[in-house]
């Protein structure tokens, strides 16, 4: 235990009173608990700068009174006080009540959680701790502020063998999640002012950063394949953010002629594609499409890249790949900024990365995510039949269910009241439109395959009994 | 190995030639290198979706020219070409030299790296796998947004115990370095296009952001004791950034008179404080002086905090306590913003500090940093004499030198030409100063004790000759 009296020779009061008033009222206040051990004298005395007399007699004064104890060959201890008036100060009132889950959820299909049971925690954590033996310097100084060189290489490696995007560790920037990497974006290309597009839905997260850096948003409408070029052609728009692996949160994949039309836009307009990657690698059906950036001729595409569903959310570790003279700009830009993503992360997932734990975690994951996909496309048409149609069923770790018969909001309530919790996708959209509230969001990604099925049968429970049950064609 | 062809049933040319083609080329570009384990024809087969057919036919026929090789019960392998033509595409030119240590420095009186001696390593690998272990899902899950609650509670704890702030964890929000405190408080505040005055000199990378969320900053002069009060008052700042434990770079500890001045002029302005105590363990002589946060009434004063100095840089991990009303106020504007420190970091920490290591590694480090400036200040005082004075010897991790009869960049120029590397402190002026050029700046935290000897001797060798060497009164 140490204390920090505060003690003023330039006060009336004697330095001696003034260190038992001020150990006492920490006593009274509950600051200084019973059974806490006291500095002893000496190291008292050394840390005030007082003489020893100035403590000892404080001491004493308190020990007589009964606040502080004495244990022959123990030390000095805070004693056992009639009234123990343990408090901290209080707050205005309480601010955040820590999350809890509700006791009653027995299934949540929350978006943004990843699964648990393939996770290979055991080599996890010997990336972590192999990652602090390695070398020693490191840790005790601030590492390279566009991210530590050995996990760049390794991001430029996979994103070469499994995305397509060609890539030296030069043009990779590792940054502290998706927001960061929009924030950083939005003032290396000075976009405070400008017009920025973004297909309508979208994602929220960065949405929030774009009108925080003092961006005017454009939303793009989405066609059935994607978003509408033609919108973005009279847009004016500087900059585009796209998800087309999957479109966030609607799940279609953006065709290969499209992508080459959103090319040709940003090399007409001299504009900037922001492809957002988050979960390319999660499809399950019909072929890989190139990603935009490995289509790219003239730097116009930003690539981004997470950790978040392909390994953990906790990693809290994302990144960009940037043209060469765009990185140049920033090392400029950014000169005097440290990386905020610690280095012991980031070296323990290069580490996971070389040692192939990645790809084979990848590899699994798909497959894991692809059944429990299947088990949710097959509970569906199972229990809920006609009365929904599912959106954006080829990829990805979240769908969206368009109700018939049934607002959102009312199946999120039933549901809620049966232990099954759903959430409207409604802040997706920039602007108010009539089909959102017939549309809700289903993740998956941390669910169980039991859970998946439990929670859809109970769902479809709470759905309007009264449309003809009709046989239909199958979903898939 | 998994790779990513683009096929397209569209284009006139056959799937299993625009596999062909495909392969071959990333083996001649060298994407595909040789001794690569290709996908197997059944893997292949269901990742592309295409029929088995075309996969063996574009093997086959990549295997007769020896592109491929197959050998039996092992798998399909990228085979040696004659010319290997292994490239990365080149980049206009090379961006950044990664970071080597010029093999000719033996001393670095960098500032900012930390002492790697006496660090417990062990104890903190322990806690980064004890983390992993303690419950499971939570490392599937985004965190909470302001950090993860038992480091907020080690933290709130040892704020008290140790600083004298008295702070709930709810009053605690966890970023990702100081930076990014800055960044926040400007945001929160609204400070863009507000005045914000700063020590001059001050430190750089909180200056930088303040300059990047559009604040107009008002350097206040430095006296003796720390910054003038007086040129604050006259100021119109609505806030101020200060060093008050141990201004930067200066080193002096400002007087608690000039503490309440400070709070004063806070509360007749409404003007927040932000107090940068971010070394504010290593106070090596004097008594210790309450933090501002502990003697401010009004809740104008918000603490900023770190572990990059009394623990690891590599940790990236820093804090604020705010008062209630603006925690408030920060959960509604921040509402979509995710945290960004790796809750695997935040919860080893707070780990670390329940166990009681981090209070005994800084009491530890207390002990240890105070000896090595303690050789430090000896050494300048034998081998530099009155050449130089020293500035600011009471506490940190730095001190300056202002020297007599040198320029700075002189004396830096012929120490590094002698393996010595030292600083000027120069950029942390935001105004030209005459003063600026006579200075340097000796970080010592990661050097031993010999180093450190050793480092003085050879600067002083670097000092001019010609003053007359008197004995003079001993600098402490
Ligand atoms: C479209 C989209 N991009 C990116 C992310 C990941 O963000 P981060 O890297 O901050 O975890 C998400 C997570 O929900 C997302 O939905
Ligand atoms: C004055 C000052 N504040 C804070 C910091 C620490 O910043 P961070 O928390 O980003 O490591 C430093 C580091 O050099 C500093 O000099």
Redesign the interface.
């Known amino acids: 235990?140490?204390?920090?009296?505060?003690?003023?020779k330039e006060l009336p009061e004697s330095l001696y009173m003034q260190l038992y008033h001020w150990i006492r009222k920490e006593i009274e206040d509950g600051?200084l608990m019973p059974g806490t051990k006291m500095p002893s004298i000496r190291e008292l005395t050394a840390?005030?700068?007082?003489s020893r007399n100035t403590v000892e007699t404080a001491y004493q004064q308190l020990q007589a009174e009964g606040y502080l104890e004495s244990i022959p060959k123990s030390g000095v201890w805070v004693a056992e006080i009639e009234k123990p008036v343990w408090h901290?100060?209080p707050?205005?009132?309480?601010?955040?009540p820590?999350?809890q889950a509700s006791p009653k959820v027995a299934v949540d299909f929350e978006y943004?959680?990843?699964?648990?049971d393939k996770?290979p925690?055991k080599q996890?954590?010997k990336c972590?701790?192999d990652a602090?033996d390695q070398q020693?310097?490191?840790?005790?100084?601030?590492?390279?502020k566009?991210g530590e060189?050995s996990l760049r290489k390794e991001i430029?490696h996979y994103l070469?063998?499994?995305?397509?995007v060609?890539?030296?560790p030069?043009?990779i920037l590792i940054t502290?999640?998706t927001?960061?990497s929009i924030s950083v974006l939005c003032?290396l290309l000075s976009l405070n002012g400008e017009t920025v597009a973004m297909e309508e839905p979208g994602y929220?997260?960065v949405r929030?950063v774009f009108k925080?850096e003092g961006c005017h948003l454009k939303p793009i409408p989405l066609e059935h394949d994607g978003l509408s070029v033609k919108h973005l052609q009279t847009s004016m728009a500087k900059a585009i953010y796209v998800t087309p692996s999957h479109q966030f949160p609607y799940g279609m994949v953006l065709p290969?002629a499209k992508r080459i039309q959103l090319l040709k836009w940003a090399y007409q307009t001299n504009g900037y594609i922001f492809e957002d990657d988050y979960d390319g690698e999660f499809r399950y059906?019909?072929?890989?499409?190139?990603s935009l950036k490995s289509l790219d001729e003239e730097g116009r595409v930003i690539y981004l890249g997470t950790l978040?569903k392909c390994f953990?959310?906790?990693?809290?570790?994302s990144y960009m790949v940037l043209p060469?003279?765009l990185?140049?700009l920033l090392?400029q830009k950014f000169a005097?900024?440290?990386?905020?993503?610690?280095?012991?992360?980031q070296r323990a997932v290069a580490q996971f990365m070389k040692s192939g734990e990645f790809?084979k975690h990848i590899?699994r994951m798909r497959k894991w995510y692809q059944r429990k996909h299947q088990v949710l496309l097959t509970s569906i048409q199972q229990y809920m039949d006609t009365r929904v149609s599912i959106i954006g069923e080829k990829s990805g770790l979240h769908i969206l269910l368009k109700l018939n018969g049934m607002t959102a909001s009312k199946l999120i309530e039933r549901g809620l009241s049966h232990g099954v919790k759903v959430y409207s996708p409604a802040r997706f959209w920039l602007l108010p439109n009539d089909e959102i509230e017939s549309i809700i969001m289903l993740g998956f990604g941390?669910l169980s395959l039991e859970e998946i099925e439990q929670g859809i049968r109970i769902l479809a429970s709470c759905l309007p009994k009264d449309l003809e049950k009709k046989g239909g064609p199958p979903l898939r």
Do not use: C
């Open positions: 235990m140490e204390i920090s009296p505060f003690l003023n600051r840390n005030l700068n007082v901290l100060p707050t205005e009132h309480p601010i955040i820590e999350k943004g959680n990843v699964d648990l996770f925690i996890w954590k972590l701790t602090i020693n310097n490191w840790l005790f100084q601030y590492g390279n566009i060189f430029a070469q063998q499994s995305r397509g060609r890539a030296t030069e043009q502290a999640g927001q960061t003032r929220l997260g929030t925080d290969v059906r019909g072929q890989p499409i190139p978040s953990l959310p906790t990693a809290r570790l060469p003279s990185m140049e090392l005097e900024y440290n990386q905020s993503v610690s280095p012991i992360i790809e590899r941390g």
